[in-house]
């Protein structure tokens, strides 16, 4: 059994670099009964995900797993077996300091320091599709990366 029955992918606005994370997880996870999703820090209100992130995943044949951010609520989005992995450190320390708010303890860390490498996943917002394409890139390295290490602490 995977240690986790969540895994939530966090960023800042919820319209990029957590919707290309969770719908790589998703991808990848098989049949394993994870739950998989993302979330924003900063959404006042729900907007359409970013176009040319939305494209890259199309162009992968994958699809987000919604058409609209989602705001990061720790009483709701967090329950028994979470792992939150946020795409940088900065997102990490505001996930930390709501750590009072989650009804159960949470497992919190960035994308990276999970996977192993640097921790940050910085944000292609306002550059071309191809930048797009290479933060996709990354993200998938890195959720694939992660992904190994979650299904390896699988236990028998």
Known sequence: MIPYKKVLFVCTENT??????????????????????SRGL????????????????????????????QEFIPEQDVE?????????????QQVLSMAGRFAVPAAIGTLGE???ERPD??????????????????IDILVKMAAEKLFKEEKP
């Open 42 to 69: 900063v959404v006042l209100f729900p907007e359409p995900l970013n176009p040319k992130a939305v494209a890259i995943l199309k162009s992968k044949e994958m699809m987000p797993a919604k058409e609209y951010s």
């Open 80 to 92: 028994e077996g979470t792992l939150i992995l946020t795409m940088s450190e900065k997102e990490k």
């Open 114 to 116: 999970y996977a192993g």
């Open 16 to 37: 990029c670099r957590s919707i290309m994370a969770e719908a790589i997880l998703n991808a990848v996870k098989g049949t394993r009964p994870l739950t998989v999703e």
């Open 121 to 138: 996943v910085g944000s292609p917002y306002g550059g071309s599709l191809a930048d797009y394409g290479a933060y996709y890139e990354y």
